[in-house]
């Protein structure tokens, strides 16, 4: 993939290393800086976060993305957790742009808009609204990656179909390092949140395509100048 730099919208803490943590590490790798914002506190579905909970998970995330993975930055909104769509969708939009503005990104990743999460259901459109490509706008590429455990479990007509892959047997180790620095979130096998699912995915998508190991995108809008 070309690109001078990127960014990362997703709803909540560990989204952005299950939809695309093997290449945006690759990406890091080669010198392209990546930038990653999540909306949702991740934590209000299960409660009232207290302060200290949420800069424990920010904590997390933070290590996860720079420390591992290699990422130039994280940003993080505060839109309620498994509620976003009880937000005014502009709202979610001028943060994005805000986002997007600061980064200078001229490749995004995001949510697929099918997932069963309302939060990332939300979170691809509001992504889709702020790429739309004006005049004057670098966006080349928006590409929806998945989230196991939430793509798959979407409706069937709208379920999660890749048209793109990205090779990443150099940095499958660096993905699953990633999803460990996320105490908490992880779960016991066979949940599909646990490392040896997110091995056994990239394994499969690797195959698809001959290699040793893959993540796969839906390209939502693609323009070569």
Known sequence: ?????????????????????GTIAKLAARGVPVHVLILATGLAARGAPDKAALETLRGHASRA???????????????????MDS???????????????????????????????????????????????????????????EVISSSEWGFPERRF???????????LDAKIAAMDAYIGELRDFPH?????????????RGSEIGVAAAEAFQILRQIER
């Open 161 to 171: 179909v890749p048209n793109a892959w990205v090779d990443i047997s150099d940095t």
């Open 192 to 204: 599909p949140r646990s490392l040896e699912a997110l091995k056994a995915l990239g394994l499969l």
């Open 87 to 145: 937000v005014p969708l502009l709202d979610v939009v001028k943060r994005v742009e805000e986002f997007l503005g600061e980064t200078g990104a001229d490749t995004v990743f995001t949510h697929h808009p099918g997932d069963v999460n309302i939060d990332h259901g939300v979170t691809a459109h509001a992504t889709l609204t702020a790429t739309r490509p004006l005049p004057g706008s670098p966006i080349r590429r928006v590409w929806a990656g």
């Open 1 to 21: 993939m070309m690109t001078e730099s990127a960014a990362v919208v997703v709803a909540h803490p560990d989204d952005e290393v299950l939809a695309c943590g």
């Open 65 to 83: 993305i720079t420390g591992v993975l290699g990422c130039a930055s994280v940003s993080f909104a505060d839109f309620p957790d498994n509620r």
